[in-house]
């Protein structure tokens, strides 16, 4: 008999032993806590277990934005914590259109390492502009995660927003000038 009006939580009797199973169906980490086996006999006979549901966490390293130059590798790394098993698979989407390893724009690749903790490593070879866009990271068995990539194509933004700071960023021959233009009293 379970007592709870929650529908997830099923008590299941093998009919060929004297065993009794809780069954929560789609547990969520709020389900956390000390449960209670009860045998109902005078005076009744309990075993109490402390049960931790643990979600997966998905993180893609360096996020929620990366900026990387034209001609570079983009190399985007999934990192799945938490999971009971390693998730049977990872896609990648670029602006919510799974990836296509054997395009014909080539140079895209994916590297999985399975275990306690599962890494995806995603790798563009010789970015260029229309590589920029959102990557999503999806695995099979948590939450997905994205982050926001920005290929610049050679120029030197005076300003760039990165991570919710203002960075400023100048040419070093800018600079450069401008400490001989303040030498030289012009």
């Known amino acids: 008999m379970t007592y709870t009006s929650d ?13 009794w199973i809780l069954k929560i169906r789609f547990p969520q980490r709020r389900d956390s806590g000390i449960y209670e086996c009860q045998v109902g006999t005078t005076p009744p006979i309990g ?62 690749s994916v590297i999985t390492e ?12 010789k970015a260029r502009g229309p590589d920029s866009g959102r990557y999503t990271c999806a695995p099979a068995n948590a939450n997905p995660r994205s982050v926001l990539v920005h290929v610049l194509s050679g120029e030197h933004p005076a300003a760039m927003q990165h991570g919710g700071q203002l960075r400023l960023q100048y040419p070093l021959s800018a600079a450069l000038l401008s400490v001989i233009v303040t030498l030289m009293g012009c």
């Open 114 to 125: 399975k275990g306690e903790t599962t890494t995806s490593h995603l790798l563009v070879q």
């Open 7 to 19: 529908q997830r939580f099923i008590s299941v009797h093998n009919p060929h032993t004297e065993d």
């Open 47 to 108: 075993h109490r277990m402390y049960l931790s549901v643990v979600e997966p966490l998905t993180t893609i390293l360096g996020g929620p934005e990366l900026f990387i130059n034209t001609g570079s590798t983009i190399n985007l790394t999934c990192v799945v914590q938490h999971s009971p098993e390693p998730p049977p698979t990872i896609r990648w989407t670029h602006n919510d259109e799974e990836i296509n390893y054997d395009s014909p724009r080539g140079g895209v």
